[in-house]
């Protein structure tokens, strides 16, 4: 059994980072986790391409308006899917597979439960929601019938972040990575059958998208219940157990809570940006899904650095550890300059992938000459904070991120918004990235989040 399981283990692609070159480490686990981020991008983004290109700025916008409350809504829950990896990664390490079953059926329960209260109150609260954003009249019909679509779907939603987290705790990151492939691949087809072919709107970029999610959804299901799959749950085993039901919500609600503040404070400066008209959101949704793609190195990096920090850590490597990071954060520097330098000067070329509406595509380009100079100090937020993540401090950087959107971002929304306009709105992130940055260099070279035995101060 030992064996096997080693070998299985083997099989998933682990990467030890406590031996060999740290960067060459740390870029063979980032390769494949960027490209599925880049997948899972990319299947949002289809939808607002074909939207922008075959129905409009407007539609493109109302498809934008809605996705802050649906966020909002399922952020709680999906950071769950947290306490559910760690569960699961818990019990296959100790080879509970009784334990593995067990909390396997309960999480499964309890996500189907939960997505059908989303579904029954989500749908018919729509309009409520969008008019509490102060969603434009003009695009508010066209927004309800996206999110009354989406909330029918947000039970497939919920369960494929399930099924992520079931498969990632027992190491098997190439599975819903390939179920997420498919359905990516069914999404854009059904994009444009349902909007270019049959001409459905909105609606049909919405019922593509749902479709999808459930064809990965019945691949998921069907792979864990197959009889090799290491945990093998059958209708037995969907029996809910109150214990490991408790603790998969200990261990989910921080990354939740989290979650949920940051969907409110963009929920607040959306709320703001509206105000503006169709044209500014349509922009700022085209430059968020551009920028998605964009600032994904970044986020990246900070994942796998997360996971160094934490081997290193344990292999008491601290002089490793701050040449990763060092490392780390030359690679990234030079990433988002890049990137950065393209998009304030040629931005317009990814934007006219969305819309051929001059007006938006110059809204777009305000947005971009604001936000992508400071994609470096995201950077650093995130490599620097996902190492003390790493090092089992998480409590500051989730500190950092809830006080700097609630003090930093949200402030500065409305009060620039009142002398620059949107400008004012654009900025807000810039100066929310900046403060994130500040406090986490701060307390990384402080050192205090060190284990006792390296606690000097840190020498990035």
């Not at 809605?66 to 990896?85: A, D, E, K, R």
């Not at 209260?117 to 508010?140: D, E, H, K, W």
Request: glycine share 10%; charged share 10%; proline share 4%.
């Amino acid at each position: 059994m030992n064996t096997k399981t080693a070998k299985k283990k083997d099989s998933h692609g682990g990467v030890d980072m406590t031996v060999g070159n740290p960067m060459e480490k740390i870029l063979k686990f980032s390769v494949p986790l960027l490209l599925g981020n880049i997948l899972q991008q990319l299947y949002n983004t289809v939808d607002s391409i074909v939207v922008g290109q075959y129905i409009g700025s407007e539609a493109l916008a109302a498809v934008g308006a809605s996705g802050p409350v649906i966020n909002l809504l399922v952020s709680f829950f999906l950071g769950i899917s947290v306490g559910t990896g760690i569960v699961i990664s818990q019990a296959f390490g100790a080879k509970d597979y009784g334990k593995l079953k067990s909390a396997t059926g309960t999480v499964c329960t309890i996500t189907v439960l939960t997505g059908l209260f989303l579904m029954g109150a989500g749908i018919p609260a729509s309009s409520l929601l969008l008019r509490l954003v102060n969603t434009p009249a003009g695009i508010m019909g066209q927004s309800v019938t996206y999110m009354q679509i989406t909330f029918a779907g947000v039970l497939f939603l919920m369960l494929f972040n399930m099924f992520n987290g079931i498969f990632q705790g027992v190491g098997d990151s190439v599975s819903p990575f390939l179920f997420l492939a498919i359905s990516c691949a069914i999404n854009i087809v059904l994009d444009l059958v349902f909007v270019a072919s049959l001409g459905w709107g909105v609606a049909g970029v919405a019922w593509a998208t749902l479709l999808a999610q459930l064809c990965s959804v019945v691949f998921a299901a069907f792979w864990l219940a197959r009889p090799a799959s290491p945990i093998h749950i059958n209708r037995k085993d969907l029996i809910m157990s109150p214990p490991l039901l408790k603790e998969v919500i200990r261990l989910g609600i921080p990354s939740g809570f989290q979650n949920s503040l940051s969907s409110i404070g963009n929920i607040i400066v959306q709320t703001v940006l509206n105000s503006f008209g169709t044209t500014v959101i349509a922009a700022n949704i085209a430059v968020i899904k551009i920028d998605s793609f964009c600032t994904m190195p970044m986020m990246t990096f900070g994942s796998a650095i997360s996971v160094f920090a934490g081997q290193n850590t344990g292999a008491a490597k601290p002089e490793r550890l701050r040449q990763g990071v060092r490392s780390t954060l030359i690679v990234c520097t030079i990433i988002s300059a890049l990137i950065s330098a393209f998009l304030f000067f040629w931005g317009s070329l990814p934007l006219r992938l969305f819309t051929s509406e001059e007006a938006v595509v110059q809204a777009g380009m305000d947005k971009f000459r604001i936000v992508a100079p400071f994609y470096l100090t995201m950077g650093i937020f995130g490599i620097l904070s996902g190492t003390v993540r790493g090092c089992g401090r998480p409590r500051f950087p989730m500190l950092v991120g809830i006080l700097s959107m609630f003090l930093g971002r949200v402030p500065a929304a409305l009060l620039l918004s009142r002398f620059i306009g949107a400008n004012g709105v654009h900025w807000s992130l810039s100066i929310c990235w900046s403060l994130e940055a500040a406090a986490m260099a701060v307390y990384y070279l402080l050192g205090h989040w060190r284990p006792r035995s390296t606690n000097a101060r840190a020498d990035v």
